[in-house]
C-alpha cells in the first residue's frame, strides 16, 4: 500500500509545474486579432415533389400484349424436318471459313466435337430456328427468333463469323 501511494504522490507533484508559460502563451493567443469568419451558404428553401404518374402504368410491372399481338408474332415452322446442327447452340459452334465450288458459297462451321460442318444459305443452325441468309467470304449471316415481352416470338438478323 505505501508503493501505491508513493506512486500517486510522484504522479501529483509532476501535474503541479509551473503555470507561467501557460498563461504567458494563452494571453499572447488571446491578443491575436480575430479573423473574419465567412458567412453561412444561403440555404435554399426545400422544394417538396409531387409525384402525378400514379395513375399510369407502373415500369416494374410488365404491360399487357395488345390483342392479337402473341397470334401475329413470328412462329417457326414446327413440322419441318430438324437438321444436324440445330441439336447445338449457336454458341458451341465457331465458323471456321468458308468454300466456294461451282459458284455457290458454302460456310465452313465446327462444332463442339471438332468435326467441320458444310452449310449454305437456307440451312438452319443453333437451337433458336438460326437461319441462314448470307454467306461471305468472312461472315455468315443468321435470321433467328427469340422470346418478345409478349409471349410470342421476335425475328433478328446477326452476323457470324
Known amino acids: 500500500m505505501t508503493i501505491a501511494a508513493l506512486l500517486a504522490l510522484g504522479v501529483l507533484s509532476g501535474c503541479s509545474g509551473d503555470m507561467d508559460e501557460l498563461r504567458r502563451q494563452v494571453a499572447e493567443i488571446k491578443s491575436r486579432p480575430g479573423e473574419r469568419v465567412e458567412p453561412l451558404p ?15 402504368r407502373s ?29 447445338f447452340p449457336l454458341d458451341t459452334l465457331r465458323m471456321v471459313g468458308t468454300l466456294q465450288l461451282q459458284g455457290r ?14 452449310v449454305l444459305p437456307g440451312n438452319y443452325l443453333g437451337q433458336n430456328d438460326g437461319r441462314i441468309v448470307g454467306i461471305t ?3 455468315i449471316t443468321i435470321v433467328g427468333t427469340g422470346p418478345n415481352p ?3 416470338k421476335t425475328t433478328g438478323q446477326q452476323p457470324w463469323g
Open 105 to 118: 458459297n458454302y460456310g465452313l462451321v465446327q462444332g463442339k466435337d471438332g468435326l467441320v460442318h458444310r
Open 42 to 56: 444561403e440555404i435554399k428553401p426545400y422544394e417538396a415533389f409531387t409525384y402525378t404518374a400514379s395513375n399510369l
Open 59 to 87: 415500369p416494374f410491372v410488365p404491360s399487357a400484349p395488345a390483342r392479337g399481338e402473341v397470334a401475329n408474332s413470328v412462329r417457326p415452322d414446327a413440322n419441318r424436318p430438324r437438321e444436324f446442327l440445330e441439336q
Open 150 to 152: 409478349s409471349g410470342g
Open 137 to 139: 467470304h468472312n461472315r
